[in-house]
């Protein structure tokens, strides 16, 4: 199974490297999958590369849904903790 993430570009150099943004950390993944990208478009980001452009309403639906999916984890592992 394959996680694609969907990150904002913040820079695209002039290599057509992008950096991007997600939860305060910033990456360099390239564009040669996506050269039509923009500065502050969504893309999703696999392996480090940019394989496609999102619509920034599903983006944000999506990052949301991974957020929801990480608290829950740490409920499970503060609950695990708990019964240790």
């Known amino acids: 199974m394959c996680l694609a993430i969907p990150t904002q570009i913040r820079v695209i ?3 057509g490297a992008a950096t991007v943004e997600l939860g305060g950390v910033e990456r360099q993944v390239s ?3 996506t050269p039509e990208a923009e500065v502050g478009d ?3 980001v696999h392996t ?3 394989i496609s452009l999102m619509d920034p309403e ?3 639906a999506s990052l949301e ?6 608290r829950i984890q740490e ?4 609950e695990e903790e708990g019964r240790a």
């Open 65 to 70: 849904v991974f957020a929801e999916l990480a």
């Open 48 to 50: 480090g590369y940019a």
């Open 31 to 33: 564009l040669i999958m």
């Open 75 to 78: 409920e499970l592992e503060q």
């Open 13 to 15: 150099d002039e290599n």
């Open 42 to 44: 969504y893309v999703l």
């Open 58 to 60: 599903e983006a944000q």
